[in-house]
């Protein structure tokens, strides 16, 4: 659930920021009469790793509490472009949409896991474990979270693939990001404990039926 949480709570912040500045742009568009598209609003999430190679700190800042310098390596950097629009290459409309589309394919299953998961808890309270409802319930949240990964590497190769195109920052090359790999393992462990449940559930059912 603490992992759960997290990835909610991170990609709920991005969701927001992403729907505000969208919310924006279309103010905008209306008063210039002009159509932008998703990725030309030219707000970037950036993974970055230095050209020499990690822990290289290829980068110097000032540290402000003894004044001397400190080097550094930045793993993560947002970037706006006010040019993007220009930059980008054509026919990016079909992959905004795509873009679009797992985003919100993702909020669906960021709201479904943890409803899944308070039934879960609520019919513990209520003495029913072993019972063939929660066995299914587990199973939607092991395929939600495998979901929610696939639909987030696609997502994400398609803004590194666009930022790719428009971005090049000294020192560093971009990659693509990786942060929610741990929801596969753990959708694979809430659906491995879902058969285990399902085969106690199958001995009580015999026990009971030889008493």
Known sequence: ?????????????????????GFESVQIDKETKTIHSISSLGYFYLKLTPTEGSRSFPDVMLNQLDGMPMKVEIENMVVGLSNAKELLPKGTVPIDIIMFTMAFF?????????????????????????????????????????????????FNFLHYWIAARVIQVEGYVLRMSWDNATLVLLGLVVLMFAEVLKVSVRMKEEQDLTV
């Open 1 to 21: 659930m603490i992992i759960i949480g997290g990835v909610i709570y991170n990609a709920m912040a991005d969701f927001w920021f992403g729907f505000k500045r």
């Open 106 to 154: 993702a909020l669906f299953l960021m709201l479904f896991v943890p409803v899944q998961t308070f039934r879960i808890v609520y019919s513990i309270t209520k003495d029913k474990i072993f019972n063939a409802d929660n066995i299914r319930k587990l199973r939607f949240i092991g395929y939600a979270l495998l979901t929610f990964f696939t639909a987030d590497v696609i």
